[in-house]
């Protein structure tokens, strides 16, 4: 089955502390995936996707085949990247997205 | 980039009721998909609104249920028909040139009494 899994519902940090959200997926083909964030009162958008290998906002995201695992990871967390996070797989031959359940993450002061 | 407007913002409605749920595209976009986010869950899709033909629905959701239109590249409409409380959701429109360049509208908060 495709599925992905966000096994927090909420992390919490301090500001300045190294952040990583979980993600782990289960897909048969090769996977493409996706983190959505969602700040409060703004919609859902796009963060990273892994084939970009890029780093957004100090965020960076590295797919780990043997662990079916991909991680969002920033080393200092600033009080601004309070959101919701997605982990998100491009299923259905490539027609749409399946998302995790999210995480909440707060960074403290 | 395209920008996703979505009315109405929220109702209030009653059961047995049904509900059209407006998404607007500011630009032509090739996809266009309506999602159910339910309280403390994830995006469900629903269907994948096609331009000029019907509606793919996903496994649990049936066109009876959830009738979509799109006629045109830029606009969508969803209705949530015969509602119930266990309809109370937030219905999200998203669109874009692919599937993995998705742009989301800022929902619609359903409550059914």
């Known amino acids: 089955a495709q599925r992905v899994t966000q096994p927090e519902k909420l992390l919490s940090v301090f500001k300045g502390a190294p952040v990583e959200l979980k993600c782990n997926y289960s897909?048969?083909?090769?996977?493409?995936l996706f983190w959505y964030v969602q700040y409060s009162r703004q919609r859902l958008q796009l963060l990273l996707r892994?084939?970009s290998r890029e780093s957004i906002k100090g965020f960076t995201a590295d797919l780990n085949k043997g662990e079916t695992s991909f991680h969002l990871k920033k080393p200092f967390a600033q009080e601004e990247d309070s959101a919701m996070y997605y982990c998100?797989?491009?299923?259905?031959?490539?027609?749409?997205?399946?998302f995790g359940t999210g995480t909440q993450l707060k960074v403290e002061l | 980039s395209a920008v996703i407007s979505q009315k109405p913002s929220r109702d209030i409605c009653q059961r047995g009721t049904s509900l059209t749920i407006q998404c607007q595209v500011d630009s032509q976009v090739t996809m266009m998909f309506w999602y159910r986010q339910q309280p403390g869950q994830s995006l469900t899709l629903i269907a994948t609104?096609?331009?000029?033909?019907?509606?793919?629905?996903e496994s649990g959701f049936v066109i009876d249920k959830f009738p979509i239109s799109r006629p045109n590249l830029t606009f969508s409409t969803l209705t949530v028909s015969n509602m119930s409380p266990e309809d109370s959701s937030i219905y999200l429109c998203?669109?874009?040139?692919?599937?993995?360049?998705?742009?989301f509208g800022p929902g619609t908060r359903l409550l059914v009494l």
């Open positions: 897909y048969s083909g090769s996977p493409e």
């Open positions: 892994h084939i």
């Open positions: 998100a797989l491009l299923t259905g031959g490539g027609n749409k997205l399946t």
């Open positions: 998203s669109a874009g040139t692919s599937v993995e360049t998705q742009y």
């Open positions: 609104a096609n331009q000029g033909s019907e509606a793919t629905y």
